[in-house]
């Protein structure tokens, strides 16, 4: 069965640095999605995505944050400057046909030290 | 402003107990898709279910049922002869520009 796939599981940097998240959604899905969890927590609904630019995002979607597709598998997300508070688990959804059936990454767990 | 509320933070039963974890939803809008995710203890989001708005029959898989009630906004669910498997957070959301989580169940199922 198709899956999403996220890179890489486990991510460990310091406060200021850049970090960049992967994600490899289902391939024939057009619509892509970034949520986010912080331990314990509620998930979070960052942005969504489709034909290449961004369709929605939340208030936590500030300029630190942006998301791209280089190519015609990837989907990533970018944290200029990571904050102690961007610690949490980052997870990738994609939706075939914007029938609201998104399929979950495994999620990436960052932490900002 | 779209809104789901999971009023139980933990619940916690007996296996083979009948459970069911309460969903109440707020939208203005007059289209929209509700769900509900299982997060086990590894992590990862388990898509369970999704109803649209138009539909408010209930549901049954396997020992799953789900009962939406527009008139109450409620969108519950029930897990019949509950297993030890069962044990994870459980997340109620609602879709309609972006989804809507609420801030989950944690089920324990006991031995």
């Known amino acids: 069965e198709p899956e999403v796939t996220q890179t890489p599981s486990h991510q460990v940097t310091q406060m200021g640095q850049e970090v960049i998240l992967r994600c490899v959604p289902i391939?024939?899905?057009?619509?892509f999605y970034w949520y986010r969890q912080i331990l314990g927590q509620k998930v979070e609904f960052l942005v969504s995505?489709?034909?290449?630019?961004?369709?929605?995002k939340s208030e936590i979607f500030d300029d630190q944050f942006s998301v791209e597709r280089p190519d015609g598998s990837n989907f990533t997300l970018k944290i200029r400057s990571t904050k102690l508070e961007d610690s949490a688990m980052y997870f990738c959804?994609?939706?075939?046909?914007?029938?609201?059936?998104?399929?979950f990454g495994p999620g990436t767990r960052l932490t900002v030290t | 402003a779209q809104k789901v509320t999971q009023a139980q933070t933990e619940i916690s039963v007996v296996e083979k107990e009948d459970v069911t974890l309460d969903c109440v939803y707020e939208t203005r809008d007059t289209t929209y898709y509700l769900f509900w995710y299982k997060q086990p203890p590894s992590g990862e989001l388990v898509f369970l279910i999704r109803?649209?708005?138009?539909?408010?029959q209930n549901e049954i898989s396997g020992r799953y049922s789900w009962n939406f009630q527009k008139s109450t906004s409620s969108f519950n669910f029930t897990i019949t002869a509950s297993q030890v498997v069962d044990s994870a957070v459980y997340f109620c959301?609602?879709?309609?520009?972006?989804?809507?989580f609420g801030k989950g169940t944690l089920l324990t199922v006991n031995p």
């Open positions: 959804a994609s939706d075939g046909d914007s029938s609201y059936e998104q399929y």
């Open positions: 995505f489709y034909n290449n630019e961004i369709s929605e």
């Open positions: 391939s024939n899905h057009l619509y």
């Open positions: 959301a609602l879709m309609s520009l972006k989804l809507t």
């Open positions: 109803r649209n708005s138009f539909d408010e």
